[in-house]
Nanobody, 118 residues
Framework: QVQLVESGGGLVQAGGSLRLSCAASGITFRFDFMGWYRQAPGKQRELVAVISSGGRVNYADSVKGRFTISRDNAENTVYLQMNSLKPEDTAVYYC????????????WGKGTLVTVSS
């Protein structure tokens, strides 16, 4: 059974930094994509950043230059380094992992709360 477990959320002042981690377990394959989404109160879930198994990355415009996504394929872990945090970054951050192909799967973690105070 595939599980994604996030960690690293918390309360931080504006301008501060946090590092989120997401560890996958129960797998014997490499995810094609791993990424982070977030959902703020009253808003839809949105993509924050995604990274392919080959290291290609894509970011939401709102976080470019402030957030960095990385992954450790050997450990099936994806990270999100968040710098220069703003109050509008406050949200529940969800880890997502996708396996393409015949055994396609789309997996989600339960989320970790990030709160940025002004």
């Amino acid at each position: 059974q595939v599980q994604l477990v996030e960690s690293g959320g918390g309360l931080v002042q504006a301008g501060g930094s946090l590092r989120l981690s997401c560890a996958a377990s129960g797998i014997t394959f490499r995810f094609d994509f791993m990424g982070w989404y977030r959902q703020a109160p009253g808003k839809q879930r949105e993509l924050v950043a995604v990274i392919s198994s080959g290291g290609r990355v894509n970011y939401a415009d709102s976080v470019k230059g402030r957030f960095t996504i990385s992954r450790d394929n050997a450990e099936n872990t994806v990270y999100l380094q968040m710098n220069s945090l703003k109050p509008e970054d406050t949200a529940v951050y969800y880890c997502n992992a996708v396996r393409n192909g015949y055994f396609r799967g789309d997996y989600w973690g339960k989320g970790t709360l990030v709160t940025v105070s002004s």
